[in-house]
């Protein structure tokens, strides 16, 4: 009969897993509050046609800098195996989502841009 118990939890990986989450969360806040720094998120939530989307060097300049933020919440999901249920979707929500959102995305199809995703 084979045990399949392998033995009490290493303390040592919980540590280096909770700071690595740490740091990570860190790096994520440190962005998002760098782009809200920069970026006015009225002026990029209020542009919504198609056409002052493109040609506006705010939301251009705004989704440029979206790319680091993106990068640390990648990050973030390298380590969220140690999250609590819900809490790296709360992390992101927190962090993440509204400068994404200020930028937006452009529907095609309708010409103006969408910022609910």
């Known amino acids: 009969m084979m045990n399949n118990f392998s033995g009490p939890p290493n303390n040592q990986q919980e540590n280096e897993n909770n700071i690595e989450k740490q740091e990570a969360i860190k790096n994520l806040q440190e962005a998002s509050e760098k782009f809200k720094a920069e970026h006015s998120l009225e002026l990029l939530f209020s ?7 493109v040609v506006s060097p705010e939301r251009s300049a705004a989704k440029e800098d979206l790319k ?3 990068a640390a919440l990648r990050a973030l999901g390298e380590v969220s195996s140690s999250f609590q249920e819900g809490e790296y979707e709360e992390i992101k929500e927190k962090y993440y989502n509204e400068c994404s959102r200020a930028v937006g995305m452009i529907n095609k199809y309708l010409d103006e841009v969408d910022h609910t995703r």
């Open 68 to 70: 680091p933020l993106f």
């Open 47 to 53: 542009i919504t046609d198609k056409e002052e989307a």
